[in-house]
């Protein structure tokens, strides 16, 4: 069971030392809890991945919202490493352990294991929101079966529809510099995903569609998956570059941290480093740090922000009011969207300022 989890910050999460730190009779479960329980409310973290780099901002969010509500609400992380099959024994490890009273959770696979998950939770008497990755088609029904689930998050499309918009501004406004060889046409690469993934599958279908719906004719060259990871979208904008050099007018990449590794490639054959005459256009998705202040250097040409802080504001504050018993979005600024279950987050685009 220790190599289940990781230890991320300050709180221990291997479930053998748990007994020994808190002691039998503070075990509590989230049938119990009031609204005078003086405890810190136990959330469960379960993430994909914690070394991607968005993820590593949603962590880094809800760490301060614990540092804000110190006393209200304790948050122990859990990194399922990509790995489905991780991913439920650490669940099913955190539901056995009864000492956490939520659980929030971003799905490695969004098309198969939200059934598996909600009925689990469902036997537990366990609130639980999903967030980041919605789940997918017949998947979102495990959530409306469950009157103590919900989902916080964006919609997966619209991340595509304004890659596709930003990039029909930038093409309009900066032609001259993008369509180097005046053919009328952006030739583009797109670095990809994950191949299961709803927001890979949903980018790459919407974005340079509604390029073309703006009467923008596009070319692709070649397509790579790069599993949303800096060092692995570094070397596959690599390989595509030695092949197709400055014929590559636009990089599409699903994420910022894609799209970061892509642009370390360019600036190793000295592109991208500040020189507009001698600078390939770059966008992604996420609004990471980095990718803005490479967008303010004139790195990279822009990204569509995903709304980290928000979505787990919206986790901490929602689960709070499942745990206690109450409608989830009482007392907060949130409404579903038709579902009944879904809090969806907007995305906007961010270019230099």
């Given amino acids: 069971m220790k190599n289940l989890v990781k230890r991320l910050g300050c709180v221990i999460v291997l479930s053998v030392v748990i007994p020994v730190l808190i002691g039998n009779n503070l075990i509590v479960s989230a049938s ?104 997918y088609d017949k998947q979102k029904e495990a959530i409306r079966s469950y009157e103590k689930g919900i989902y916080v998050g964006s919609d997966p499309a619209d991340g595509g529809i304004l890659q596709g918009k930003l990039l029909i501004d930038l093409w309009n406004k900066n032609k001259r510099n993008i369509d180097k060889n005046g053919d009328n046409v952006m030739q583009y690469i797109m ?67 894609m799209a970061i590794g892509a642009i370390q490639t360019l600036q190793s054959y000295g592109y991208n480093k500040g020189d507009q005459e001698k600078t390939i256009t770059v966008i992604g998705v996420d609004g990471l740090p980095e990718a803005i202040d490479f967008i303010n250097k004139g790195y990279m040409a822009g990204t569509v922000i995903q709304d980290a802080k928000g979505v787990t504001e919206a986790v901490y504050l929602c689960g709070m009011n499942l745990v206690y018993g109450r409608p989830p979005l009482q007392g907060t600024p949130y409404k579903f969207d038709e579902t009944g279950k879904s809090i969806l987050f907007p995305y906007r685009i961010y270019l230099p300022s």
Avoid: C
Wanted: net charge negative; no cysteine.
């Fill in 32 to 135: 119990n809890l009031s609204d005078t329980t003086k405890m810190p409310v136990k959330v469960a973290v379960v993430v994909y991945n914690a070394e991607d780099l968005y993820m590593s901002e949603v962590i880094n969010d809800f760490k301060e919202i614990q540092k804000e509500n110190e006393g209200k609400v304790e948050f122990t992380f859990f990194s399922s490493e990509l790995n489905k099959d991780l991913q439920e024994r650490i669940i099913d490890s955190v539901l056995e352990q009864k000492y956490y009273n939520l659980l929030a959770v971003a799905l490695v696979n969004e098309t198969s294991t939200a059934y598996e998950i909600v009925n689990k939770v469902k036997e537990n008497n366990m609130p639980i929101v999903f967030f980041h990755r919605q789940p």
């Fill in 191 to 257: 670095l990809k995903g994950l191949s299961t993934d709803l927001h890979e599958i949903e980018r790459t279908k919407n974005s340079i569609p509604t390029v073309n719906r703006a009467g923008i004719k596009t070319q692709e060259l070649t397509s790579q998956f790069a599993n949303w990871d800096k060092e692995q979208g570094r070397i596959a904008a690599e390989l595509m570059f030695l092949k197709y050099g400055d014929k590559i007018e636009v990089i599409v990449s699903n994420n910022d941290a």
